[in-house]
């Protein structure tokens, strides 16, 4: 298995753009999970879906970011207008619903000039 | 509300001595915890996880943690610590069974080891 697999690895936008982070999760998981990485918050979790639904959204900062997930595979973090605050680590996780683990992609760093 | 601690931002450690990583967390009924390990520019991988039963638990790479109720810690420890163990490490609780993708990070803890 390829495991969660997250593109791009590296933005570099200018502050107003529009800012598409993608992820495929495990083949079989039903649950994905955002997560973003900053110096200053450290790890905090964005959204979650459950068998594609969003289940908690609670986490995301603005309603400049939104997350969909339109099939099993495929899911997407959108940031528009982007702003520098935005840049961080964005990662994506999956697992199974009611699975002991979660699979965690490499990331996509982004940088808001 | 639920949380985890990790006392040490930075720990440096001499190859081949003992490591002893410090987690704290504070939540209301038994948690679901975890250990996960980040090398420089990759994901996260889980190390190990405490659920319930024996509260030694091994895990990959030689790693083991101690789950104390009384204490509310979960430390993460290795008996000789090798130079590819530098990287930063993660506490995290999940609430529950249910979503156990569902995580509260500590603020990691950065590893340093030297020759």
């Known amino acids: 298995d390829a495991g969660v697999i997250q593109s791009p690895r590296h933005e570099v936008t200018e502050m107003g753009q529009e800012v598409t982070l993608r992820c495929k999760p495990i083949s079989g998981h039903n649950s994905l999970f955002w997560y973003r990485q900053t110096m200053m918050r450290g790890l905090e979790l964005l959204i979650y879906f459950n068998n594609n639904v969003p289940i908690d959204d609670s986490g995301m900062p603005e309603d400049r970011f939104s997350a969909k997930m339109p099939n099993a595979s495929f899911s997407t973090l959108k940031i528009q207008p982007s702003e520098p605050r935005d840049s961080a680590v964005y990662f994506c996780a999956s697992s199974t619903l009611g699975g002991t683990e979660a699979f965690f992609g490499q990331g996509t760093r982004l940088t808001v000039v | 509300a639920q949380s985890v601690t990790q006392p040490d931002i930075h720990i440096t450690v001499s190859e081949g001595a003992s490591l002893e990583l410090r987690c704290n967390y504070s939540?209301?009924?038994?948690?679901?915890l975890f250990w996960y390990v980040q090398s420089p520019g990759q994901g996260l991988q889980l190390l190990l996880k405490?659920?319930?039963?024996?509260?030694l638990v091994q895990g990959i790479k030689g790693f083991e943690a101690e789950f104390k109720r009384s204490q509310s810690s979960f430390n993460l420890r290795k008996p000789s610590v090798h130079w590819s163990d530098a990287a930063e490490y993660f506490c995290a609780v999940a609430p529950g069974s249910s979503n156990t993708g569902k995580l509260i990070f500590g603020q990691g803890t950065t590893l340093q080891v030297k020759p």
């Open positions: 405490y659920f319930s039963g024996d509260t």
């Open positions: 939540y209301g009924a038994t948690p679901y």
